[in-house]
T-cell receptor, first 117, second 117 residues
Framework: GAVVSQHPSWVICKSGTSVKIECRSL??????MFWYRQFPKQSLMLMAT?????????EQGVEKDKFLINHASLTLSTLTVTSAHPEDSSFYIC?????????????FGQGTRLTVV | AQTVTQSQPEMSVQEAETVTLSCTYD???????LFWYKQPPSRQMILVIR??????QNATENRFSVNFQKAAKSFSLKISDSQLGDAAMYFC??????????????FGKGTLLTVNP
């Protein structure tokens, strides 16, 4: 199997606080993970590529100091939204790639709904 | 940069009928993969079908099949014998060939499919 789990599934935080979202590959080691953001009724947009043991690669227009990504182990990547504001409210989804070329696609977590009040 | 275009924001189909969702893409790469994902109200991303660009044969998964026209850069999804459970948002997605960070996806804007009983 290829199970990817995100935690929490939903979170509400106050404006100005930080919130951490975890993405775990439960039954495989993932050297590469991806973080996407999806605003209501819109498509998924890639935010960053997370590589184990190295700095994340951010897409153009994504603030790296606001969206901190840490991929400290082969099964865990975290996304921390710092000093969150209401405009950061969104659905955040991660995906993880299995090692090698056996799978043609990365596997998605179930997503995290962030609401900033 | 690669782009994916879904020109149908919404589609509807009668239960047991057939519906085709359209997708076009633009790339200068010769090695790539195309996908259709289903996103139900739970927002979990579910892989429906995949197509390797180097394969001429159209992919098929039970009631789901694609019409892959490489020269025209077209990748449509046909759903046969539509069921109420098929109702969801459908995203067409593209990724480059190769490993690592090439597993990141570029998504179209999505097509919301309604199935009428």
């Amino acid at each position: 199997g290829a199970v990817v789990s995100q935690h929490p599934s939903w979170v509400i935080c106050k404006s100005g606080t930080s919130v951490k979202i975890e993405c775990r590959s439960l039954d495989f080691q993932a050297t590469t993970m991806f973080w996407y953001r999806q605003f209501p009724k819109q498509s998924l947009m890639l935010m960053a590529t997370s590589n184990e043991g190295s700095k994340a690669t951010y897409e153009q227009g994504v603030e790296k100091d606001k969206f901190l990504i840490n991929h400290a182990s082969l099964t865990l990547s975290t996304l921390t939204v710092t000093s969150a504001h209401p405009e950061d409210s969104s659905f955040y989804i991660c995906s993880a790639k299995k090692p090698g070329q056996g799978a043609t696609e990365a596997f998605f977590g179930q997503g995290t709904r962030l609401t900033v009040v | 940069a690669q782009t994916v275009t879904q020109s149908q924001p919404e589609m509807s189909v009668q239960e047991a009928e057939t519906v085709t969702l359209s997708c076009t893409y633009d790339t200068s790469e010769s090695d790539y993969y195309l996908f259709w994902y289903k996103q139900p109200p739970s927002r979990q991303m579910i892989l429906v079908i995949r197509q390797e660009a180097y394969k001429q044969q159209n992919a098929t998964e039970n009631r789901f099949s694609v019409n892959f026209q490489k020269a025209a850069k077209s990748f449509s999804l046909k759903i046969s014998d539509s069921q109420l459970g098929d109702a969801a948002m459908y995203f067409c997605a593209y990724r480059r060939g190769g490993g690592g960070s090439n597993y990141k996806l570029t998504f179209g804007k999505g097509t919301l499919l309604t199935v009428n009983p």
